[in-house]
């Protein structure tokens, strides 16, 4: 059910963007990350073969970041962002990254509840991280395997 994203589903996968995220990305921006971004990777979460969830991460050598995360708000509560992170974190620790880092923001409790689940840690507070409402954003990081 977890897949690579790829263009096609860039129609559905820009409509959640919108419903979710007061910052949205627009096409162009996902398009320049599964085309010209040697460093990202996107998975898409399907049911039916719809479209219910992705997420997105920057591989770039020992470090793994999370760029996006989100699920369809008719399909959240039944672990498919645990999902999606689970399969991130496998395809970081596969690609030998140490450590994983993510930004979310202060207020975002559900988001906040499902890293801290996975074993992220709050590392640091980026003050007005975020353009829209210069929000703060907690940093958070989780150590993964390497080449242990
Ligand atoms: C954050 C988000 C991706 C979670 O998706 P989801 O598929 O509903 O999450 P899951 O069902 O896998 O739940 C994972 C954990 O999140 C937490 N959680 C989920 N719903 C919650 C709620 N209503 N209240 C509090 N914590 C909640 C729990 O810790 C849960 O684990 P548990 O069920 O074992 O207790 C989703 O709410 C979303 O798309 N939000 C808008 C976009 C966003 O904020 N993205 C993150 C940006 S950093």
Not at 116 to 121: A, Y
């Amino acid at each position: 059910m977890i897949e690579k994203m790829t263009n096609d589903d860039l129609q559905y996968v820009c409509q959640l963007e919108e419903k979710l995220f007061t910052s949205s990305w627009k096409l162009k921006d996902f398009l320049y990350e599964l085309n010209d971004n040697p460093f990202s990777c996107y998975f898409v979460y399907k049911i039916n073969n719809k479209v219910v969830g992705y997420i997105g991460e920057w591989i770039t050598f020992e470090q793994a970041q999370i760029t996006t995360l989100g699920v369809d708000p008719k399909y959240q509560g039944q672990g498919i962002a645990t999902s999606l992170l689970e399969h991130a974190i496998l395809f970081a620790n596969q690609k030998q990254c140490e450590i994983m880092s993510l930004e979310v923001r202060v207020s975002n409790y559900v988001a906040l509840n499902l890293y801290k689940k996975l074993g992220f840690e709050i590392v640091n507070i980026r003050k007005g991280y975020y353009q829209d409402n210069h929000e703060d954003a907690y940093l958070m990081i989780k150590p993964l395997g390497g080449n242990l």
